[in-house]
């Protein structure tokens, strides 16, 4: 066990210093056009970015996605990321807990979250191959207003260390899903969910998604940078962000969707919300601006998107981000050809 822990916290360290590799391509949203109205009617006072979300209310659709937690030095950026969160008044989701349920002694740096931001939408984490049990703990450990549920089988793969056994994920996340009182939100970690995972965590009682998609942070990059002999198939594998939107919404089921994979604009958020998501996040691009140039510049870049948000939303006539979900857009380029390429089989049924 001490070497498992000794080897889990000296990967959480290499994937904080190796996240900003990239290189798997766009993540779509380029490709989505947004309208602009020269006749908005509306005056800068009428545009209202609060938005309520699993029984909270947030000053606009933002969350700083799953970054870290574990080792004593993840202590303080958790701590950050949870002063920011509440001075900007958006969501936070703590990194893998799974650490820290085997390992008693890492919990400090996931409790610190819920002390730095005692009244603020927290997101636990665990992985999909974590038991019910698991998950519960990890919700109880800082009272998690809902549950991220990691998948992650691309990134395991090329781990050298990693799993090679993804059985009995739908189980363990359906158990989830019946034993929680908070949410199960479904979460891809930068490969995208398709149509066909959807389906079958819809199946298993999920009724949030977050895409995950490609265009960010690329995990297959950061585990080969761990490797001695690289896995060069993974290099962009997977479905880009604005695709995974498309994909989970020409389902027509009644869930959320919370768009993350390679936001780094504001702009690309607004794209991101009127494909059709009801929250935006990120997670590479906000711990780049927190490590490299501090916590007060990050709450000044999320107060930045949100007063551009604003601007947005009056160009397109919009007086709350939701309603940019009903408005016109326009899809090229290659998101359009996904759309248009799609094979009409039938879906996978599960
Ligand atoms: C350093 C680092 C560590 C991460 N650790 C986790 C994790 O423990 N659990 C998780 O669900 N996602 C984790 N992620 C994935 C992010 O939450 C997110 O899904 C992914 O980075 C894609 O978003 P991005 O392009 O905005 O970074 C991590 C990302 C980074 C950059």
Request: net charge negative; charged share 25%.
């Amino acid at each position: 066990m001490p070497e498992i822990i000794a080897g889990r916290g000296r990967r959480k360290l290499e994937h904080l210093r190796f996240f900003q590799l990239e290189g798997n391509g766009t993540n779509g949203l380029e490709d989505v056009h947004l309208i602009h109205q020269a006749l908005p009617e509306l005056d800068w006072q009428d545009i209202d970015l609060s938005c309520r979300w699993l029984g909270k209310t947030l000053a606009a659709p933002f969350i700083i996605n799953a970054l870290t937690g574990g080792p004593p030095e993840t202590i303080e950026i958790n701590a950050a990321l949870a002063r920011v969160a509440r001075r900007t008044g958006i969501a936070m989701a703590v990194g893998s807990q799974r650490g820290a349920i085997e390992n008693k002694a890492w919990m400090e740096s996931f409790t610190i979250t819920r002390r730095e931001n005692p009244e603020g939408l927290l997101l636990a984490n665990v992985g999909a191959g974590n038991s019910p049990e698991d998950a519960r703990e990890a919700v109880a450990m800082i009272a998690a207003d809902g549950l991220q549920v990691h998948l992650n089988a691309a990134q395991e793969l090329v781990m050298p260390e990693g799993d090679r056994s993804f059985r009995g994920w739908l189980e363990n996340i359906k158990d989830m899903v019946n034993i929680l009182d908070v949410p199960v939100i479904a979460k891809e970690v930068g490969f995208g969910l398709s149509r066909e995972a959807a389906l079958q965590l819809y199946n298993c009682g999920v009724r949030i998604f977050d895409v995950g998609g490609r265009g960010g942070t690329d995990f297959a990059a950061i585990e080969n940078k761990r490797r001695d002999r690289q896995v060069a198939s993974l290099a962009y594998w997977g479905l880009p962000t604005a695709v995974s939107i498309l994909e989970i919404k020409e389902l027509s089921l009644p869930v959320e969707i919370v768009a993350t994979g390679g936001i780094r604009s504001v702009l690309d958020a607004a794209r991101a919300l009127a494909l059709g998501a009801k929250i935006v996040g990120a997670a590479g691009h906000f711990l780049k601006i927190l490590l490299e140039r501090g916590e007060d510049a990050l709450v000044q870049e999320i107060f930045d998107w949100q007063e551009d948000l604003k601007r947005i939303c009056l160009l397109t006539g919009c007086s709350t981000p939701a309603e940019l979900a009903t408005r016109r857009v326009v899809i090229t380029g290659k998101t359009k050809a996904w759309l248009e390429g799609i094979q009409q089989r039938p879906l996978r049924q599960v």
